[in-house]
């Protein structure tokens, strides 16, 4: 029978069990331990206990006990048929099982009889996996599971508990042929065999508030062969003697609404997520106010919520509270990660898209450059930007776009084309894939980060895994990349390295030994966590089986709370009311575990805002308040401007400093839009091409067209062609459609081309360009040279000539209303038309100056001019003189700064 030791309350319970543990052992000077083996439940516990062990041995001879896990338990005393699989090769073998089924058994499981995709393939090993290793877990196969839930009379699909049992014995199989075993399926076998090895050991305590069924079985094998097992317990018998059974588990029901007395805890509510930092340093500045300097080790942070940790931790070492290193990003989401993630998306799409996001990665960026490749970034955002293709092979063969994309990114084609083959046996992908990986990230020189060793280090793991297999099953490359991300998921959300106070996550606070102890977190949905079960496995069902499931992770936590309150140490639990999103957040049920008046004033108390509550604002030094951003991003001397374009205007009437940046050459600042269809810009611009193209014939034409349906035709070719060429056969669902929104803008410009044809006017000049070479001194010789281009000019045999410059906004406004406001110029395009024509002998009446509006509204499609007068064309030129001015005599700077 297993015994139960309560270590009893009011200290700690590490501290506690060390000095039991030496009581157990003392025989004069020495304290041999060295036949007693503790199970503790994580690696940092048992350190701690290691150290406790030396302090309280005081000079006697110590031979400490061994220390384990409760998988390290399993894995010591359970016989091996064969190897263990690792997880890499479980997943591998959950997929060819998934491969090979039955389209029946894929329904049945599934419920749908679509053909799985390879995401789906994927996806679906990953989460049968899991799935099956809870179950394992637990000592069950899905045959015992489904008769269990049948037989008590839970509403079981059955059909898709068959095809799991069909899947798994598939399972059984492929990892037999690889000379492997689930280790849950190993570890029951060897049960249901006796295949136990016994040593040396005599005795074996276990503190675990939760252990599972195969733990519970191994121990009374052990304990029926003359093993003492004894479960710990921290706290009174007498207090908790009715509460555990005798594994030391909490019993569910009597901790299901188990009251639990927070009058030796300080209860701390603030605003939002990043206040619990303040309410730490609130706390550590009234010690050190009390009692002097303080000392790291006599306070530890429990952090439940892993997305909060990296946040709280920065928060007090940037107020000089010494704190660990802390790896707080998911190794899936560093460089590494990253890589293998995109390389696997556009193996499995062949998309350009995700191809551009490889040539984004800067390990892959600074291989490229390695390669010849001359800014492959800006290279790749040009062509992205001009022909946003869904994959290179659908750019017609021979074309430009064909020819740039091949060129910037063929060291890149090449590297990969080995990843493009088809399914080989998955340990023929390791060296490939390693080379690859070890090619890129070793190029660039930067040294890597701590998640991204971690991630490199699983890798390498699970590579020699392959390696070691006698066979294993034929898998693609990103079926293989993908299985490879599923391990990088794995890996422990955040630890910490270094001194500092202690920084912890839940389960490791009831065991930690720190006199003082600030638990984070303390809202629904993180203390308790309410993470999603899988809902082929419901609540119920997983309470019948003893696996985890809410209610018994709720009641683990309960007593883990309670037991931390007992401990002996001042506790300050710390709930915030808002996300920093600023959302409500409920305070943990875990606070409201009392009734009638003491609850009605403690839910008064989280709710209400305290007169002064802690805020992280408070803390913000003068100095950590300054913005790490450069006061003056312009760098000094003169600016370097070598021309101005009729467009610069506007830019520089409506803010001096944005024109500085976007047109010294020293600076050129510049976006990049990476969308999937084209901006409202590159819209337009497409528009525009069309309307070009469409006038170029028109001008070569000796007539007038006058008919709407002939125009009609050939502006509607002229799209086609110029999509075709641009965006190949097939492009994306956004370009489509916004073809097809240009196609119908372009119905109206032919009705109103063609009456603007019968009333007279025929089009003289299309995009008439004035650029380096051709380019007007303006407003004199001692000016800029002014660029431009007119989008088109048309001639009336009566009336002369008209400047067009066409409009695809959806707001129509006429050229007074965007180039004037009440009491200045605000844009000055439309005038400097008329002063780049003039300089070639075409005068343009002040009337003249208009748009053609091509908006979304058919109805709206119009040509609208100005009235302006002579006078105010004149205002408007010496308004575009003053602007000359002030950039070539050396006052732009002083008139950005007098803006700023």
């Given at each position: 029978?297993?015994?139960?030791?309560?270590?009893?309350?009011?200290?700690?319970?590490?501290?506690?069990?060390?000095?039991?543990?030496?009581?157990?052992?003392?025989?004069?000077?020495?304290?041999?331990?060295?036949?007693?083996?503790?199970?503790?439940?994580?690696?940092?516990?048992?350190?701690?206990?290691?150290?406790?062990?030396?302090?309280?041995?005081?000079?006697?001879?110590?031979?400490?006990?061994?220390?384990?896990?409760?998988?390290?338990?399993?894995?010591?005393?359970?016989?091996?048929?064969?190897?263990?699989?690792?997880?890499?090769?479980?997943?591998?073998?959950?997929?060819?099982?998934?491969?090979?089924?039955?389209?029946?058994?894929?329904?049945?499981?599934?419920?749908h009889d679509t053909p799985l995709s390879a995401r789906e393939s994927t996806a679906l090993a990953n989460r049968l996996h899991r799935l099956l290793h809870d179950l394992g877990g637990g000592g069950y196969t899905p045959v015992e599971v489904h008769s269990l839930g049948t037989k008590a009379g839970m509403p079981l699909d059955n059909s898709r508990w068959e095809g799991l049992e069909s899947l798994w014995q598939d399972v059984q199989s492929i990892l037999a042929s690889c000379n492997r075993k689930d280790p849950d399926t190993a570890r029951r076998e060897a049960l249901d065999a006796e295949s136990i090895h016994i040593d040396d050991i005599e005795s074996i305590s276990i503190v675990s508030a939760d252990p599972s069924h195969l733990i519970i079985r191994l121990l009374d094998h052990l304990n029926a062969r003359g093993i003492c097992i004894r479960s710990i317990i921290h706290g009174q018998l007498d207090e908790l003697q009715d509460d555990f059974d005798e594994y030391g588990a909490v019993k569910l029901d009597n901790w299901e609404d188990r009251s639990i007395d927070l009058s030796n805890a300080t209860v701390v509510t603030c605003d939002r997520e990043d206040d619990q930092a303040a309410a730490i340093l609130d706390r550590l500045a009234d010690h050190s106010q009390d009692d002097g300097p303080l000392k790291a080790e006599n306070f530890t942070v429990a952090i439940p919520d892993d997305n909060a940790v990296h946040m709280l931790v920065h928060a007090l070492h940037r107020n000089g509270v010494p704190v660990p290193e802390v790896l707080s990003r998911p190794a899936d989401d560093g460089r590494i990660g990253r890589l293998i993630k995109i390389l696997a998306d556009y193996l499995e799409e062949n998309s350009a898209r995700h191809l551009g996001d490889l040539v984004r990665h800067p390990d892959v960026e600074a291989w490229l450059i390695g390669q010849g490749i001359t800014s492959p970034v800006a290279g790749w955002d040009a062509i992205w930007t001009r022909y946003i293709p869904r994959s290179l092979e659908e750019l017609p063969e021979g074309s430009k776009a064909h020819q740039e994309c091949h060129q910037l990114l063929s060291p890149l084609l090449d590297a990969i084309q080995t990843f493009h083959g088809d399914a080989i046996p998955a340990h023929e992908w390791c060296m490939p894939f390693m080379d690859f990986l070890g090619g890129i990230i070793t190029f660039s020189g930067k040294e890597l980060e701590s998640h991204d060793e971690q991630a490199l280090r699983r890798i390498q793991a699970s590579m020699e895994g392959q390696l070691d297999l006698l066979e294993s099953p034929p898998i693609r490359a990103t079926e293989f990349l993908k299985l490879l991300q599923q391990e990088l998921k794995s890996i422990s959300t955040w630890q910490t390295s270094g001194n500092g106070i202690g920084v912890v996550g839940w389960l490791d606070t009831h065991l930690d030994v720190a006199p003082e102890l600030f638990i984070t977190g303390l809202t629904e949905g993180i203390l308790p966590a309410n993470d999603s079960m899988d809902t082929w496995l419901p609540e119920q069902l997983r309470e019948l089986l003893g696996i985890e499931s809410q209610r018994r992770r709720f009641a683990r936590d309960a007593w883990l709370l309670h037991a931390i309150l007992t401990s002996g140490r001042h506790v300050t639990l710390v709930s915030p009311r808002r996300s920093l999103l600023g959302s409500p957040l409920a305070p943990s049920r875990l606070l409201l575990r009392t009734s009638g008046e003491a609850l009605a004033t403690r839910i008064q108390e989280l709710i209400s805002k305290p007169a002064q509550s802690s805020s992280l604002t408070d803390w913000f030094t003068a100095e950590a308040a300054e913005s790490s951003f450069l006061d003056n991003p312009i760098p000094g001397g003169d600016p370097v401007i070598d021309h101005v374009s009729v467009t610069d205007f506007r830019r520089f009437l409506e803010d001096p400093a944005a024109f500085l940046l976007q047109r010294d050459q020293r600076v050129r600042a510049r976006t990049v839009d990476i969308l999937e269809s084209l901006s409202a810009a590159d819209f337009g611009s497409m528009i525009h091409v069309v309307l070009e193209r469409w006038g170029i014939e028109e001008v070569s034409r000796s007539h007038r067209t006058e008919d709407p349906e002939h125009i009609d035709h050939a502006l509607q070719s002229i799209l086609e062609n110029y999509a075709l060429e641009r965006f190949g056969p097939h492009p994306s669902p956004g370009i489509r459609i916004q073809i097809a929104i240009a196609s119908h803008r372009l119905h109206a410009?032919?009705?109103?081309?063609?009456?603007?044809?019968?009333?007279?006017?025929?089009?003289?000049?299309?995009?008439?360009?004035?650029?380096?070479?051709?380019?007007?001194?303006?407003?004199?010789?001692?000016?800029?040279?002014?660029?431009?281009?007119?989008?088109?000019?048309?001639?009336?045999?009566?009336?002369?000539?008209?400047?067009?410059?066409?409009?695809?906004?959806?707001?129509?406004?006429?050229?007074?209303?965007?180039?004037?406001?009440?009491?200045?110029?605000?844009?000055?395009?439309?005038?400097?038309?008329?002063?780049?024509?003039?300089?070639?002998?075409?005068?343009v009446p002040p009337n003249g100056l208009g748009y053609f509006h091509v908006p979304p509204d058919p109805d709206l499609c119009s040509l609208s001019f100005a009235d302006w007068n002579e006078d105010d064309l004149h205002k408007a030129e010496e308004e575009a003189g003053r602007v000359v001015q002030i950039i070539t005599s050396g006052k732009l700077i002083e008139e950005v700064e007098a803006t700023l």
């Open positions: 029978m297993v015994e139960r030791v309560f270590l009893g309350s009011g200290t700690h319970l590490l501290p506690s069990l060390a000095s039991w543990l030496l009581e157990q052992h003392a025989d004069g000077d020495v304290l041999d331990c060295s036949r007693h083996l503790v199970v503790l439940p994580t690696a940092r516990s048992r350190k701690q206990l290691e150290c406790l062990l030396l302090e309280q041995a005081e000079g006697r001879q110590l031979v400490p006990p061994d220390l384990t896990t409760p998988a390290g338990l399993l894995d010591r005393y359970l016989i091996r048929s064969m190897a263990h699989a690792d997880s890499l090769t479980l997943q591998l073998a959950w997929l060819c099982a998934i491969k090979k089924a039955s389209p029946a058994v894929l329904k049945s499981v599934t419920g410009v032919a009705r109103v081309q063609a009456d603007r044809a019968m009333q007279g006017w025929k089009v003289e000049l299309i995009e008439k360009s004035f650029g380096s070479r051709n380019a007007p001194l303006f407003p004199d010789v001692d000016g800029l040279p002014l660029h431009g281009k007119i989008d088109r000019v048309d001639l009336h045999a009566e009336l002369g000539y008209q400047a067009i410059d066409y409009k695809t906004s959806s707001k129509v406004e006429g050229p007074r209303k965007i180039h004037m406001s009440k009491s200045r110029w605000k844009d000055l395009q439309l005038p400097l038309y008329r002063v780049l024509l003039r300089g070639v002998g075409i005068a």
